[in-house]
């Protein structure tokens, strides 16, 4: 099972980045995906996760009504659209993934995913 992030960068404050997560080895109707990031001296923090079947979303309070996570099963894809960027949000950010029999529902708690990307560093800065 292999997750690659991409489409991090460097981008002003106010400004919008789409980042993917591609998956290969699996099919994302077994499994929950989330979006972590991680900023310097930080711990990891869950932004947003869509579950298997994409049923249901949920997101940070950090990130409502800014962020929309989405999928693409023919691309065997994830997405995470992010508007209205602000320096805090400038993190490496990670695609996680687990399978809809380890837990019920998608969360936003690392723990509960078993399998991870390499991370793609977003930085928001004028």
């Known amino acids: 099972l292999q997750l690659v992030e991409s489409g991090g960068g460097l981008v002003q404050p106010g400004g919008s980045l789409t980042l993917s997560c591609a998956v290969s080895?699996?099919?994302?109707?077994?499994?929950?995906i989330g979006w972590f990031r991680q900023a310097p001296g930080k711990e990891r923090e869950g932004v947003s996760c869509i579950s298997a079947y994409g049923s249901s979303t949920n997101y940070a309070d950090s990130v409502k009504g800014r962020f929309t996570i989405s999928r693409e099963i023919a691309e065997n894809t994830v997405y995470l659209q992010m508007n209205s960027l602000k320096p805090e949000d400038t993190a490496v950010y990670y695609c996680?993934?687990?399978?809809?029999?380890?837990?019920?529902?998608?969360?936003?708690?690392?723990?509960?995913?078993?399998?991870w990307g390499q991370g793609t560093q977003v930085t928001v800065s004028s």
């Open positions: 996680a993934a687990v399978h809809l029999t380890r837990t019920v529902l998608a969360g936003l708690t690392s723990s509960e995913y078993d399998y």
């Open positions: 080895g699996f099919t994302l109707d077994y499994y929950h």
